[in-house]
């Protein structure tokens, strides 16, 4: 049984960082994409950054780049969102996602939710200006 646990998420005032983890539950952990979504109130739910664990290769929505960075700690299989220079149109339920076969897709395909299978219960982020 698959499982991804969501911790780190909070109240910032603009500017601040966060630092969200996902800690997965998978044994087939060194191919996956895993990824980071949000979704905003009335919102649909937007790909933020991508890592596929076998290659460490790493995606983001241009919204985010050089704001966030995604990472992971492949001995904990934990993967790691962390966010610099929050705004407040940053605040959103976040989301950890994960789809074995990351080689399978594409950039754009790596940011779409509907290519997920996986999904952790989401946290909070909420930054206030």
């Known amino acids: 049984q698959v499982q991804l646990v969501e911790s780190g998420g909070g109240s910032v005032q603009a500017g601040g960082s966060l630092r969200l983890s996902c800690a997965a539950s998978i044994t087939w952990y060194s191919t996956n994409c895993m990824a980071w979504f949000r979704q905003a109130p009335g919102k649909e739910r937007e790909g933020v950054a991508v890592i596929n664990t076998g290659t460490s290769t790493t995606n983001y929505a241009d919204s985010v780049k050089g704001r966030f960075t995604i990472s992971q700690d492949n001995t904990k299989k934990t993967v790691y969102l962390q966010m610099n220079s929050l705004k407040p149109e940053d605040t959103a339920m976040y989301y950890c996602?994960?789809?074995?076969?990351?080689?399978?897709?594409?950039?754009?395909?790596?940011?779409?939710?509907?290519?997920?299978?996986?999904w952790g219960q989401g946290t909070q982020v909420i930054v206030s200006s």
């Open positions: 996602a994960a789809v074995t076969g990351c080689g399978l897709y594409t950039v754009l395909q790596r940011l779409r939710a509907s290519t997920y299978l996986y």
